[in-house]
């Protein structure tokens, strides 16, 4: 079970992060409530909708490293096929952290993500404004789009190991070993070889992406095109900037 102090320091941090880029998935926000923190209410209030929130993926983990909630006690550690590729992807993005780059985060992306399923997925509704042959190019955004916002964070994501400590179907449930700082759970959903999702403090990363790209779109009017150009701008320029 996860405890209290825990829940209210995951929370506390989401609601500094999401308060500051100006946008509030909603999942967070439940907790805020739930919590009935007078603190987290007063930032609720204070947040200014402005800008679609690249940094709140940082909230989720951006794929496997933001993870807030202590994980109590020594756990076994799992042998299914997945936890095989969990204990991978895992190992490649504390890697990631320790470089610190966006080019080392998209190599662990494309290697052990299914980025494509996540980008369809983080569309919603507007999928069906979707051309197939947009697919690929959006795709390639939503990689570059994570990573970057990865590597901002790079500094907070690291640790010393991620393990896998359970298998269930579909999933695999990972200890993430932080010296110091404590464990901390990472939920990752696994389909194939792929990640296709990971759910940090109850949060799934394809959710809360798909807030995002939403926020975006209906600022945009309701066309997928404000996603593209959205992507395509602010990518570029972070790029430019590493």
Known sequence: MFCNTGFMTGTKIATKIATKIGIWPLAVLRRVVMLGASHGRREVEEGAMSEPG???LAVAGGLVLAAWLGIAGVAQAATCQ????ANRAGAAFLDAAKKGSAAAFSSALAAYTDMEQITVFALGKFRTQLAPERRAELTHLTGRYVSTTLADFAAKFRGT????????PGEVISRFERGARGAERITWR???SKVTDVNVQNVWLGQLL???YATVIKKGGGSIDAL????????SAEVGNK
Do not use: P, Q, S, V
């Open 210 to 212: 798909r807030d995002n």
């Open 190 to 192: 696994i389909n194939g």
């Open 228 to 235: 593209f150009y959205h992507l395509g701008a602010k990518t």
């Open 82 to 85: 997945e936890a095989d590729i």
């Open 54 to 56: 690249r940094r709140a």
């Open 161 to 168: 190991a991620i393990n896998a400590i359970d298998c269930r």
